[in-house]
């Protein structure tokens, strides 16, 4: 694909310790498209990104950015990415200003454009009233926006993102797929890893599942979810938690997954079967405080294929 502007293909590093990390993962993201890479935790999300922002080599495999060699031109293809990791560090007695400065000049940035494009930024993040404090004082949160501005100042033609929402609150994370939005209407590819499902499909036009370090598949969140038709989720919230087993074994349910103190539970779409459900719920002393009936997420399609939960009980 001539036209991708990062072409990743068949990725693999292992870390010499664990022997985990990412194995043979090809991708590539076309000018204006965001690329969900999805996964648990430790499915290798964070690894495939340090790679690709050349921040370690891989053990074998290849990549270009915006035709650059990833392995051989790294100085060039840095230039050309906007990189947000999952633990932001900045220079702590320095402004928040001082800090994204510094970053935008550093790729290149003329001192006029990077004040600009700085202050719409902190504008926009809702840090503008916070940018001559140091770096230091900044919340997680406030610390995170400021590694967003960072990744976002330059126009970067290619942003590694690596769960950019994780602790951002919900003006703050607008603020952010709205940025998101702008910067792939602008030509910018996105790789976002995420395993915020609803993030996901709400920003992403494919997706690539990760399952222990591979990509095991890849799709529209709205091709993935349709391979999924005829079930939905009937999500009850119970006043308490109960023992559930009763419930898995009304015919037509597939699985049932505690949530908080509610219960998720997966099953066919078959006349009857919400009575079934609520009915057997009931039986194992469930006092049922709220009901859904909803479609299959992304999170579904993952442990269809995997056997495995995308989040544990208590990131659900
Ligand atoms: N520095 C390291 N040394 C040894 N093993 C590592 C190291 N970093 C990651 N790993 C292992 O590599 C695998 C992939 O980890 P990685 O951080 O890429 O996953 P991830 O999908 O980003 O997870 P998370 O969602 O928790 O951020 C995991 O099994 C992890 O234990």
Same mark, same amino acid.
């Given at each position: 694909m001539a036209s991708a502007a990062l072409e990743a293909e068949n990725i693999t590093r292992r870390y010499r !310790? !664990? %022997?985990r990390g990412v194995e043979g993962v090809s991708l590539s993201v076309a000018p204006g498209e965001v690329l969900g890479l999805v996964g648990p935790n430790g499915s290798g999300k964070s690894t495939l990104l340090r790679v690709l922002s050349t921040a370690i080599a891989p053990d074998s495999g290849a990549f270009r950015v915006c035709g650059l060699d990833g392995l051989r031109e790294r100085r060039k293809v840095r230039a050309r990415l906007g990189i947000m990791v999952d633990r932001p560090t900045h220079y702590g007695d320095l402004s928040g200003w001082a800090n994204a400065y510094l970053f935008a000049r550093a790729y290149g940035v003329p001192e006029e454009k990077a004040d600009r494009a700085l202050r719409g930024l902190f504008e926009h993040f809702g840090l503008a009233e916070y940018r001559d404090e140091k770096a230091k004082t900044y919340s997680y949160g406030m610390a995170k926006k400021l590694a967003l501005i960072e990744a976002l100042a330059h126009e970067p033609a290619v942003l590694l993102l690596d769960e950019p929402s994780l602790g951002l609150d919900y003006t703050s994370r607008l603020a952010y797929q709205r940025k998101l939005r702008e910067a792939a209407e602008n030509g910018c590819a996105v790789l976002l890893a995420s395993n915020q499902v609803d993030e996901v499909e709400a920003l992403c036009d494919r997706v690539v599942f990760l399952h222990r370090g591979r990509a095991v598949a890849e799709g529209t969140p709205e091709g993935l979810v349709s391979s999924l038709e005829g079930l939905r989720r009937v999500v009850a919230a119970l006043r308490n938690p109960v023992p559930y087993a009763e419930v898995g074994e009304v015919p037509g349910v597939r699985r049932v997954v505690p949530e908080g103190r509610g219960l998720v539970v997966h099953c066919?779409?078959?006349? %009857?079967i919400v009575a079934g459900v609520v009915g057997a719920i009931v039986r194992c002393g469930g006092d049922i405080t709220g009901l859904s009936v909803e479609r299959p997420t992304l999170e579904d399609v993952f442990a269809r294929l995997t056997g495995e939960a995308l989040r544990g009980e208590d990131e659900a």
């Amino acid at each position: 694909m001539a036209s991708a502007a990062l072409e990743a293909e068949n990725i693999t590093r292992r870390y010499r !310790s !664990s %022997g985990r990390g990412v194995e043979g993962v090809s991708l590539s993201v076309a000018p204006g498209e965001v690329l969900g890479l999805v996964g648990p935790n430790g499915s290798g999300k964070s690894t495939l990104l340090r790679v690709l922002s050349t921040a370690i080599a891989p053990d074998s495999g290849a990549f270009r950015v915006c035709g650059l060699d990833g392995l051989r031109e790294r100085r060039k293809v840095r230039a050309r990415l906007g990189i947000m990791v999952d633990r932001p560090t900045h220079y702590g007695d320095l402004s928040g200003w001082a800090n994204a400065y510094l970053f935008a000049r550093a790729y290149g940035v003329p001192e006029e454009k990077a004040d600009r494009a700085l202050r719409g930024l902190f504008e926009h993040f809702g840090l503008a009233e916070y940018r001559d404090e140091k770096a230091k004082t900044y919340s997680y949160g406030m610390a995170k926006k400021l590694a967003l501005i960072e990744a976002l100042a330059h126009e970067p033609a290619v942003l590694l993102l690596d769960e950019p929402s994780l602790g951002l609150d919900y003006t703050s994370r607008l603020a952010y797929q709205r940025k998101l939005r702008e910067a792939a209407e602008n030509g910018c590819a996105v790789l976002l890893a995420s395993n915020q499902v609803d993030e996901v499909e709400a920003l992403c036009d494919r997706v690539v599942f990760l399952h222990r370090g591979r990509a095991v598949a890849e799709g529209t969140p709205e091709g993935l979810v349709s391979s999924l038709e005829g079930l939905r989720r009937v999500v009850a919230a119970l006043r308490n938690p109960v023992p559930y087993a009763e419930v898995g074994e009304v015919p037509g349910v597939r699985r049932v997954v505690p949530e908080g103190r509610g219960l998720v539970v997966h099953c066919e779409d078959r006349p %009857g079967i919400v009575a079934g459900v609520v009915g057997a719920i009931v039986r194992c002393g469930g006092d049922i405080t709220g009901l859904s009936v909803e479609r299959p997420t992304l999170e579904d399609v993952f442990a269809r294929l995997t056997g495995e939960a995308l989040r544990g009980e208590d990131e659900a």
